[in-house]
């Protein structure tokens, strides 16, 4: 399993984390996704069919692009 942490600058509010959280929980592979809007920072764990390259391009579909990778 991989777990990242991105910088979403876009999160402002509980309905953005729920989003989020909701809409990459989705995601098949996705095991775990937790958006944190005082940090703005959201931590996801996936395995494969899920990739960097798949949760970054729904999160940018959904208006909550990730600005940066924090840990991988």
Do not use: W
């Given at each position: 399993?991989?777990?990242?942490?991105?910088?979403?600058?876009?999160?402002?509010?509980?309905?953005?984390?729920?989003?989020?959280?909701?809409?990459?929980?989705?995601?098949?592979?996705?095991?775990?996704?937790?958006?944190?809007?005082a940090?703005?920072?959201?931590?996801?764990?996936?395995?494969?069919?899920?990739?960097?390259?798949?949760?970054?391009?729904?999160?940018?579909?959904?208006?909550?692009?990730?600005?940066?990778?924090?840990t991988?």
């Amino acid at each position: 399993m991989t777990t990242v942490t991105y910088t979403i600058p876009a999160i402002h509010c509980g309905h953005c984390t729920h989003t989020i959280e909701m809409e990459l929980g989705e995601l098949q592979g996705v095991q775990s996704v937790k958006a944190d809007e005082a940090t703005k920072k959201v931590v996801i764990a996936f395995d494969a069919p899920a990739d960097e390259t798949r949760i970054k391009a729904l999160l940018a579909e959904i208006n909550y692009p990730a600005e940066g990778l924090i840990t991988l």
